[in-house]
């Protein structure tokens, strides 16, 4: 071996040290700030999403830690869900009191609108929030909160409330105003509010007789009940 060739060799190993020890360095420097960052990151989205729930359930509802009593829920036609879902269950000194449940919308205009629904113990509507939707903007896109307070009109909403045949759009003769030319959003966002108050009576004994789960990590999925 030529004394260019070791050179050539020595040079190489050494570079490949040099950037190996840059490599170790900018590696340890990400993990660093990674666990000095990831903590605040994920209190600010616990601080968003309970911020949220709160746009459809009173805080005067609960005193429990209403994040951590979170469940998972099969998925539901009712709920118009194909995969598992989340449920927060509500407590007053370990009384149920009220949920929230996630729903779709399928039947939107541009495809599923996504839902959060709270409920309280009697089956009436405390909020309904759009948490994500592909609406065409300024047209359907007002059944988002952030666009207009159209959706307001469903707190204090029960199955009994207006009655069955006044669950639609004004358009349909139902009890829900909508904007005209515009109503096909407006008209599947009743349809799933309506839906979900059925699954939660139908499945309202089953969510009463729940335990407590806010000290338990992951969320539980509540009991299934089949019949309709």
Known sequence: MTPLIKAAIRNALRTGVILFAFAVVATSLLVFTFNRTQPSIERSQQAAKLALLNQVLPHSLYDNDLLS??????????????????????????????????????????????????????????????????????????VDRQKSPWIEQFVGKSMNQPANKLWGVAKDGGAFDARAGATITPRAVVKAVRSTLEYFARNRKAIIALPATEKTTPAKEIPHDDGH
Request: charged fraction near 15%; avoid cysteine.
């Open 69 to 142: 009593s979170q469940r998972s829920v099969p998925p539901d036609s009712q709920l118009g869900t194909q995969q598992p879902s989340a449920m927060w269950v509500a407590r007053r000194g370990n009384a149920i009191t009220a949920v929230v449940l996630e729903a779709i919308a399928p039947e939107g205009y541009s495809g599923n609108i996504n839902l959060l629904i709270g409920i309280d113990l009697n089956g009436g509507v405390t909020g309904v929030r759009v948490t994500s939707h592909r609406e065409t903007p300024g047209l359907g896109d007002y």
